[in-house]
């Protein structure tokens, strides 16, 4: 598991490998830092996700979209261990993670901000933080203090508790909670929900910062220009399954729509000799 | 001046009801199980206490030195086992479990240590002393021991909730569990200590008991997890400091409705028990006071 400890340090140590959402040519080969091959997740009777594989490689940011109920909070919270799979697993840095707890997968660099972000309610924003360390995994660079100094008011009213504070402030903090406990890949579930269009864009500007600390970030957005704006891999997930996968600069809107609401026999139909019809599978 | 009396009697009678009561508010409020083998938990616990004291005559009031620790590991290993194994089955299934834990240990008293009533440190000056205040109240020692040793308890397990790494992972696992568990927190061994915790205070107050009142095998339902769940529910579920307003609230009412009709003590105590759970259901401290 130690592999790619070096890759936490600052981001002059990411090597050739942290391109970033600006492009370049994908590192598709090696071990990718967090895989998941053929997941298949119920909910009782109904099957949530089918067949969904990825693999994320390190200091990438992985986005994954689609409509409401296509299945992209499941994909996490299964990665993340809340949810157990049927078929597949899930795998970190080669190693199958697919057995352990949440907390176990947590103390080994799978931290996930939860959708609507749970925050502790009855702690202060400082007592959220320290929780969030407790299990740090050792030898990364991210503190409370670190957390302060990316997040400048957090620090004025850490004493607070967490109700008290607004929405964007409270999605802050879910993010510094998990940061401290330096994650190699940090989940993040659907960031902007329920949060004003400046104060996305406003914790979105974060993720530079963040993934200069060597981070892997692999997020859900139902938002998806936002996605498309800081991803550097993109899978449209639809009724739990891929119906598209490629970098944001290859997609066209036109594939991405068709992908997102379920048009894809008139989509592909209609732009036969485009020649990016590889990034539809089957 | 009976009615000063019956004031004074019943607040300081209330530090005896918080502690029989805070263990069973502070498992509520984190892990939502209401242990109905609470009571029995706590009459074990001064049987502990009375064998203990038998076998190595350590001095009476010292035997909580031994006889808390013992009860904290054995809150531990229950959250671990059966009522963690309940927990997964559905926060309903604790009812039943600790419903028939209680029935196990009622009975199993009964088997071992016959209906027989026993007390601890009976000839102890502390037992027996009283002081008076004017000509007509007499206050006993050991209600106002108690009610230190109360206030205590519940300063220590305040300063442990807000203060330390685990009190601190108990406020959020009673947040949100499954949001701790993303922080690497495993909530199971969080919930172990805090039924530990728990257990701490219930043999605080089985030796309470039995240095009160006697002991015998069926106090721990009778009196004991009654009073309990009357002084959780006045104070404020899940409410610590709760539990101490609502054991005073208990036990003015009792005092009062002695003062009435010596028969109306207990009555007059549930009576004012219906009319909070009526009136005022999320009890008299709304706040949770687990900061």
Same mark, same amino acid.
């Given at each position: 598991m130690?592999?790619?400890?070096?890759g936490?340090?600052p981001?002059?140590?990411?090597?050739?490998?942290?391109? @970033?959402?600006?492009g370049g040519?994908r590192p598709d080969?090696?071990?990718?830092?967090?895989?998941?091959?053929?997941?298949?997740?119920?909910?009782?009777?109904?099957? /949530?996700?089918?067949?969904?594989?990825?693999r994320?490689?390190?200091?990438?940011?992985y986005?994954?979209?689609?409509?409401?109920?296509?299945?992209?909070s499941?994909?996490l919270?299964?990665?993340?261990?809340?949810?157990?799979p049927?078929?597949?697993?899930?795998?970190?840095?080669?190693?199958?993670?697919?057995q352990?707890?949440?907390?176990?997968?947590a103390?080994?660099?799978?931290?996930?901000v939860?959708?609507?972000r749970r925050?502790?309610?009855?702690?202060?924003?400082?007592?959220?933080l320290?929780?969030?360390?407790?299990?740090?995994?050792?030898g990364g660079?991210?503190?409370i203090?670190?957390v302060?100094?990316v997040?400048d008011?957090?620090?004025a009213?850490?004493?607070?508790r967490t109700?008290?504070?607004?929405?964007?402030?409270?999605? $802050?903090?879910?993010?510094?909670?998990?940061? !401290?406990?330096?994650p190699?890949? #940090?989940?993040?579930d659907e960031?902007s929900l329920?949060?004003?269009?400046?104060?996305v864009?406003r914790?979105?500007?974060m993720?530079?910062?963040?993934?200069?600390?060597?981070?892997?970030?692999?997020?859900?957005?139902?938002?998806v220009?936002?996605?498309?704006?800081?991803?550097s891999?993109?899978q449209?997930?639809?009724?739990?399954?891929?119906?598209?996968?490629?970098r944001p600069?290859?997609?066209?809107a036109?594939q991405?729509?068709?992908?997102y609401f379920?048009l894809?026999?008139?989509?592909? $139909? @209609?732009?036969?000799?485009e @020649?990016?019809d590889?990034?539809?599978?089957? | 001046m009976a009615?000063?009396?019956a004031?004074i009697?019943?607040?300081?009678t209330?530090g005896?009801?918080a502690?029989?009561?805070? @263990?069973?508010?502070l498992?509520?409020g984190?892990?939502?199980?209401v242990?109905l083998a609470?009571?029995d938990l706590? !009459?074990? $616990?001064?049987?502990?206490?009375i064998?203990?004291?038998?076998?190595?005559?350590?001095?009476?009031?010292?035997s909580?030195?031994?006889?808390?620790?013992?009860?904290?590991v054995l809150?531990?290993?229950l959250?671990r086992?059966?009522?963690?194994s309940?927990?997964?089955?559905?926060?309903?299934?604790?009812?039943v !479990?600790?419903?028939?834990?209680?029935?196990?240990i009622?009975?199993?008293?009964?088997?071992?240590?016959t209906?027989n009533t026993?007390?601890?440190g009976?000839g102890?000056?502390?037992?027996?002393?009283?002081f008076s205040i004017?000509?007509?109240?007499q206050?006993?020692?050991?209600l106002?021991?108690?009610?230190a040793?109360?206030?205590?308890?519940?300063?220590?397990?305040?300063?442990?909730?807000?203060?330390?790494?685990?009190?601190?992972?108990?406020? $959020?696992?009673?947040?949100?569990?499954?949001? /701790?568990q993303?922080?690497? /927190?495993?909530?199971?061994?969080?919930f172990g200590i805090a039924?530990?915790?728990?257990?701490?205070t219930?043999?605080l107050?089985?030796?309470?008991?039995?240095?009160?009142?006697d002991?015998?095998?069926?106090?721990?339902?009778?009196?004991?997890?009654l009073?309990?769940?009357?002084?959780?529910?006045?104070g404020?579920?899940?409410?610590l400091?709760?539990?101490l307003?609502g054991?005073?609230?208990?036990?003015v /009412?009792?005092?009062?409705?002695a003062?009435i009709?010596?028969?109306?003590?207990? #009555?007059a105590?549930?009576?004012?028990f219906l009319? !909070?759970?009526?009136l005022?259901?999320?009890?008299?401290?709304?706040?949770r006071?687990q900061?």
């Amino acid at each position: 598991m130690t592999g790619l400890a070096g890759g936490a340090g600052p981001a002059g140590g990411k090597g050739p490998i942290g391109d @970033g959402p600006a492009g370049g040519v994908r590192p598709d080969s090696g071990v990718p830092l967090l895989e998941v091959r053929d997941l298949v997740v119920h909910h009782g009777q109904l099957q /949530a996700l089918d067949a969904i594989s990825l693999r994320v490689f390190p200091g990438e940011v992985y986005a994954i979209i689609g409509a409401n109920g296509a299945g992209k909070s499941t994909l996490l919270r299964t990665i993340a261990g809340l949810h157990q799979p049927t078929e597949g697993s899930v795998l970190l840095d080669g190693n199958d993670v697919t057995q352990l707890r949440p907390e176990r997968r947590a103390r080994h660099g799978i931290v996930m901000v939860p959708e609507g972000r749970r925050l502790f309610g009855s702690l202060s924003v400082e007592e959220n933080l320290q929780v969030g360390a407790t299990y740090a995994r050792p030898g990364g660079t991210w503190t409370i203090d670190a957390v302060y100094d990316v997040f400048d008011w957090m620090r004025a009213r850490r004493h607070q508790r967490t109700g008290q504070l607004s929405g964007g402030e409270q999605q $802050a903090v879910a993010v510094g909670r998990a940061l !401290v406990a330096n994650p190699r890949v #940090l989940l993040l579930d659907e960031l902007s929900l329920g949060l004003a269009p400046v104060v996305v864009q406003r914790i979105y500007g974060m993720l530079p910062q963040i993934l200069a600390t060597g981070l892997t970030v692999l997020l859900v957005e139902q938002d998806v220009s936002q996605a498309l704006r800081v991803a550097s891999q993109i899978q449209c997930l639809l009724e739990g399954r891929t119906t598209l996968e490629g970098r944001p600069a290859d997609v066209t809107a036109e594939q991405v729509e068709a992908a997102y609401f379920g048009l894809a026999s008139t989509a592909s $139909a @209609g732009r036969p000799g485009e @020649g990016s019809d590889s990034l539809w599978p089957g | 001046m009976a009615w000063v009396n019956a004031i004074i009697q019943g607040v300081l009678t209330g530090g005896l009801y918080a502690l029989f009561a805070c @263990g069973l508010s502070l498992m509520f409020g984190v892990m939502k199980v209401v242990n109905l083998a609470h009571g029995d938990l706590a !009459v074990v $616990a001064g049987y502990i206490a009375i064998g203990i004291i038998a076998a190595t005559h350590v001095p009476v009031l010292w035997s909580f030195l031994i006889v808390v620790p013992v009860m904290a590991v054995l809150g531990y290993v229950l959250q671990r086992t059966l009522i963690q194994s309940a927990l997964d089955r559905g926060v309903l299934t604790t009812l039943v !479990v600790t419903l028939g834990l209680s029935l196990v240990i009622e009975n199993g008293l009964l088997q071992f240590f016959t209906a027989n009533t026993r007390g601890i440190g009976t000839g102890l000056a502390l037992v027996q002393d009283s002081f008076s205040i004017g000509s007509q109240i007499q206050v006993a020692w050991l209600l106002v021991v108690f009610f230190a040793v109360a206030v205590a308890a519940l300063l220590g397990l305040q300063y442990f909730l807000s203060r330390s790494r685990y009190g601190r992972l108990i406020r $959020a696992v009673a947040d949100d569990k499954e949001a /701790a568990q993303l922080a690497g /927190a495993d909530y199971r061994h969080v919930f172990g200590i805090a039924a530990a915790l728990a257990l701490a205070t219930v043999a605080l107050g089985g030796i309470a008991y039995g240095m009160y009142s006697d002991l015998d095998p069926t106090a721990g339902t009778d009196t004991i997890l009654l009073f309990a769940f009357a002084a959780v529910v006045i104070g404020g579920l899940g409410s610590l400091w709760g539990t101490l307003l609502g054991g005073i609230v208990l036990g003015v /009412a009792q005092q009062i409705g002695a003062q009435i009709n010596i028969s109306d003590e207990l #009555l007059a105590g549930f009576i004012v028990f219906l009319v !909070v759970l009526v009136l005022r259901p999320q009890g008299l401290t709304s706040r949770r006071a687990q900061s």
